[in-house]
């Protein structure tokens, strides 16, 4: 299994994501982005701790402005392309996930074509796919980023060996973090996080991201779970 699958770590410019997800009470893009990296650093060592190896979308397909759904076929026939079989696809809005679900997924995908994380907005947290039943158009065009992806993928690939793991929560706002029932110890890290921020009377976002991210980087990490 180590030596045949990955993990891929879908990372958007942090803009596009503070854009769409507003993680803060009086939505300030500078310290949504900052909370986004909060959350890609989180996923990143969740993935790395399953001794995975583990690759990001971002240093894969540099430079590449397509939509959603194709940047991340790219990504994934990247990953394919360094000679892997499996790769399990994972974002950075479900704290929720785990060591132990990642490597759950990994192991149901050896005897199937799919695994699926589904979310509770009729989309996934996570999806493992198989090399051999991977086709870059077909997944191009599923209903990517809205609450009918899940259900276009089961339609899409009916023929196909399709399991699912536990579903989880992922967040798209304050509210829903600050809700938030799994991951405790870091949900209140990132409350306490966006407060600190957003208490600093500055303009100068640039000077918030240097500050904060050398002051909080002493701070002790949350738990991996």
Known sequence: MKNSTAILIFVQDLSKDASRKTLTPTKNLGVNRLVFSRLNSFVGRTSGSTNLPVFYSNQLILGNKSNFGKQLSAAIQAVFNKGFEKVICVGNDCPALNKTQILDAAEKLQTNDTVIGPDERGGVYLLGISKNTFNSETFEKLAWQSGKMLASYIK??????????????????FEELQNYSSSRFFIRFLLQFIEKSLSRNTYNYSYLFDNQLIRFSSLRAPPVY
Do not use: K, N, S, W
């Open 156 to 173: 899409q690939y009916a023929q196909q060996r399709i399991i699912a793991i536990e579903t989880l929560a992922d967040i798209h706002t």
